[in-house]
Every structure is written in structure tokens, then in C-alpha cells.
């Protein structure tokens, strides 16, 4: 079988001499414009990134290699019996760019669990922080901590050719996301049960295998974890932890540094702590109401006290997106199949239906639909795991898969180092006004 390292470097050696080709004849092309605004406001919608693993389209959501997520729940492979697609394949899709057959899926989950060993000193590091810090900053601390291990970086030290870096890059990367799994139940084992840690079972898929660590062994929600690893796990380069994962990675920093770097990022309730910041702010809801399940006119009545107490609503909205997340409706019909009746799951249901129109109301909210992070939390309360400050850990051992191959890419292209051009308001008025 040809392993999936020199399968990558035959696409990679494909696309650079593509590359290569649209450089020289098009190297001096425009794509777009500048204007102030942008600049002031976040840059967006200006083209200024390369990501191969996917590309968001504004409508229709994300698209990883070509293929949509009803897509990819169809045709990646599933483990024996199982519904939900194997996030080892999302990754073989997002570094080869081919759908893997189950075959290949398998190979990359053994390889996956034989790479999977932790070092003593991350856990001690974990260990050393206070049991009140959050999931978050264990995590980013616990993937410092394991930059011990990279290949890259002892590499470099020793004197490497550049063209040698990309093959370090690709073993780091495929060794972290061996090892983020173990680490993150770590930190929720430690936190929140008493420090009662599970060994892996070596013979489980990369999901089904954390789900296990995490102490859940419910078939609903290993199914449940395949399908949130597989959907949380990249969202083209631009979003605030692939950019730092990427840019931070252009200093030629290793997997871990960057990484580590893009989960700081994550970590911002702008971002990926969204997901805790809706279960927050149900409960919050329903503590106001007395408990019990608000209608829709409670939940109108209280979205418009967020609003007014000058407070985003979590788990809607996008900067690029403007129609309800594929993600969103995704879980929506996992809730559907598996667990419709669930009353924290019909309240995400009864907020989906409320809150759109009223932030259309604004009239400056660009997206009024839910993202992905609106429906993840239900799903979690209703297996057990109800600890939300931990829901974004979850979140970034998923987006794992997508910032590594982008970095397995990036590395293999030889991508420089990011520096674009920054400007003072004072160099600004003179531009525009001439004095
Ligand atoms: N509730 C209230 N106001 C909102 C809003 C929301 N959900 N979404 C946008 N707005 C407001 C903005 O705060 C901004 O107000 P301002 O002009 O007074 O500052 C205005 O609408 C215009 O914003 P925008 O152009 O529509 O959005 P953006 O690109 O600046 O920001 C995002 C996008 C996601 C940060 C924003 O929609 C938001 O804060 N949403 C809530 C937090 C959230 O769910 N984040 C998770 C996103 C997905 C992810 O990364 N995991």
C-alpha cells in the first residue's frame, strides 16, 4: 500500500508545479481591492490567504475538497454499524484532497493509536495549574508542554535542508493529533472527576477512542463525538484560530508552538468559546424564568434584554457566513434521529425560530442565523458530559485536523513567512485627505 506521507508529496509536487505555472504567468493579476473600511474593520472580504483544506462559500457553508457535510456524512467511511462519518477521514481528505476508502480510514486510525503515547511531564505541567483554571488554558499549557516532542524543532536545530521540512512537519502533525485526544480527557478527568483517569483502548477508532477517555461509553455518544470532530475541524484559513495557527506556523515556529498559538485564539467567546457561552446563556434564561421550558415569547422577551444590555447573542451570527450553518443543521438532524424529545434540545430548537428576526430587526447584524456553535452544548447535556467551560477543548481537538493539514500543506509549498503591511490613522488621513 503506498503510505500516506508519499501519497501527500505526489498531490503536493502536482499543485506546486501548478502553482508554479499560475505564478509566472499570473503572478502581477489582480483578484481585488483595498478599501479604508476594510482595513478599519477586521479585513474582511479581502483575498489574502492560501488554504487548500477548504473554502467557505457564504450561502451554502463550507466545503472541504469540493465536498459539502451532508456530503461527507454520506460518503466518508463509518466504523461497523455506525452512521456518522470517521474523522481520521476528514483528515486524509483535507491532506490528500481524494476521499479515502475504509481501508485507508483504518490504516490512519492505527496509525493514529500507536503515536498516541503522552509524556509523564505534560500531565505534571497540567497538574502544576490550579483546578479552577479553564479547560482552555490547561489545554493550550498541556500542548506547550508537548513541543518536548517535536521532530521539526530538533531538526532545525540540528541543521536541516529547507526542502526536508515539510516531512518533519507532516510527523508532528499526525504525533499531535495522536496525542490531543489523551490530553484533553486528561484535563476533564482531572477537573471534573476526581482525577480518575482512563487508560485508551488502542482498538477504538480516533474518536470513539476519546469518547471512551472522557468516560462515555454510550454508543449515542461516540456516534455523537465522530460526527462533532468531523464537522468542527476546519473553516478555510481565515478564522481566527487557522490564521494563527498558519501565521504563526510562517515563523517556522513547530505543530505544537503554532497550534498552541491558533488555540489561544479559539479560546475567545468571539470565537470558539461561543459553544459555552449559549449553554451559559440557556441556563442563565431559564434561572431567570424559574426553571422549567421558556415559550417563545420568554425567549423573545429575554434575547431582547441581551440585546439591550449591549451583549451579543452566542451561537448566531458569522463573518462570513449568511445562512444557517450547515454545522448547525447537521447536529439538528443528528438531534432529530437521536434524541427529539430532549427538552434543553427543543429549546435551541424554539431560540433557532426566535432569535433570527430580531436581530434582523437591527438592522446591522450581517448574519442572523445560527452558527455552529448554537446547537453543540444541547447535544453534550443530553449524554452527561454538562461541564460546558470544557466544550470548547472539544472543539479544538477537532479544529486540530484541519489547522495540521493546512500546515502539512503550507510547509510542503514552501510558504513564506506572513507579514503584510500595517499603516497609523495618521499615515491614513494623510492618504486620504492629503494634509
Ligand atoms: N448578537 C448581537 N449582535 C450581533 C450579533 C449577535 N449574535 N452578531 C453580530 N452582531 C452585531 C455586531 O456586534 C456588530 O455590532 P456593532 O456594529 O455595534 O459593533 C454588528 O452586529 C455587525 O456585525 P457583523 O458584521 O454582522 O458581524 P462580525 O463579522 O463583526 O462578527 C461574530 C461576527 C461571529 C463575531 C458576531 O456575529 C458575534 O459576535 N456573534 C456571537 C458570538 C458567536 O456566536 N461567535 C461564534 C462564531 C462562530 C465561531 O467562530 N465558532
Known amino acids: ?24 504567468e499570473h503572478g502581477s493579476d489582480k483578484i481585488g481591492e483595498v478599501t ?33 457535510i451532508p456530503e461527507l456524512r454520506e460518503k466518508l467511511p463509518k466504523v461497523n454499524g455506525g452512521a456518522e462519518p470517521l474523522p481520521e477521514g476528514l483528515f486524509y481528505l483535507m491532506l490528500i484532497g481524494e476521499l479515502p476508502d475504509t481501508e485507508q480510514v483504518q490504516e490512519l486510525s492505527g496509525i493514529l493509536a500507536r503515536r498516541s503515547h503522552v509524556p509523564n511531564h505534560v500531565f505534571a505541567t497540567i497538574d502544576a495549574l490550579p483546578i479552577n ?23 532545525y536545530a540540528d541543521g536541516i535542508n529547507k526542502k526536508e521540512y515539510w516531512g518533519y512537519m507532516y510527523e508532528d ?21 476526581n482525577n480518575y483517569h482512563i487508560q485508551p483502548n488502542g482498538m477504538l477508532d480516533w474518536a470513539g477512542n476519546f469518547a471512551h477517555m472522557l468516560g462515555y461509553e454510550d454508543e449515542g455518544f461516540k456516534e455523537l463525538m465522530r460526527l462533532y470532530m468531523t464537522i468542527h475541524a476546519d473553516h478555510e484559513g481565515g478564522n481566527v484560530s487557522a490564521h494563527t495557527t498558519h501565521l504563526v506556523g510562517s515563523a517556522l515556529s513547530d ?14 467567546p468571539l470565537h470558539g468559546l461561543a459553544n459555552q457561552e449559549v449553554i451559559k446563556w440557556i441556563l442563565a434564561m431559564q434561572q431567570e424564568l424559574g426553571g422549567g421550558t421558556p415559550t417563545k415569547e420568554q425567549i423573545a422577551a429575554y434575547v431582547r434584554k441581551t440585546l439591550a444590555d449591549g451583549k451579543v447573542v452566542p451561537g448566531y451570527g458569522h463573518a462570513v457566513l449568511r445562512k444557517t450553518d450547515p454545522r448547525f443543521t447537521a447536529q439538528m438532524e443528528f438531534a432529530k434521529k437521536h434524541l427529539p424529545d430532549d427538552a434543553l434540545v427543543n429549546i435551541v430548537w424554539n431560540v433557532y425560530e426566535t432569535v433570527p428576526p430580531i436581530l434582523q430587526e437591527l438592522g446591522k447584524v450581517k448574519n442572523p442565523w445560527p452558527n455552529v456553535d448554537a446547537h453543540s452544548g444541547a447535544l453534550l447535556v443530553h449524554y452527561g458530559l454538562v461541564e460546558y467551560e470544557f466544550y470548547t477543548v472539544l472543539f479544538g481537538v477537532s479544529r486540530a485536523l484541519g489547522v495540521l493539514a493546512s500546515l502539512c500543506w503550507d510547509r510542503v509549498m514552501g510558504q513564506p513567512l506572513e507579514r503584510p503591511k500595517s499603516v497609523t490613522s495618521e499615515w491614513m488621513q494623510l492618504f486620504v485627505t492629503g494634509k
Open 173 to 193: 502533525a499526525l504525533n499531535l493529533i495522536a496525542r490531543l485526544p489523551r490530553v484533553a480527557a486528561y484535563i476533564y478527568r482531572r477537573k471534573y472527576k
Open 133 to 155: 483554571t479553564h479547560p482552555m488554558t490547561m489545554f493550550t499549557t498541556g500542548v506547550l508542554a508537548l513541543q518536548t516532542e517535536s521532530l521539526f524543532a530538533k531538526a
Open 36 to 68: 479604508v473600511a476594510q482595513v478599519y474593520q477586521g479585513m474582511r472580504g479581502i483575498t489574502g490567504l492560501v488554504s487548500e483544506t477548504s473554502l467557505l462559500d457564504a450561502n451554502e457553508g463550507i466545503r472541504f475538497r469540493g465536498y459539502s
Open 255 to 268: 505543530a505544537y508552538l503554532s497550534f498552541a498559538a491558533g488555540m489561544t485564539g479559539l479560546a475567545g
Open 1 to 24: 500500500m503506498v503510505q500516506i506521507k508519499d501519497k501527500f508529496k505526489v498531490k503536493a509536487d502536482e499543485l506546486n508545479a501548478t502553482v508554479k505555472e499560475i505564478l509566472k
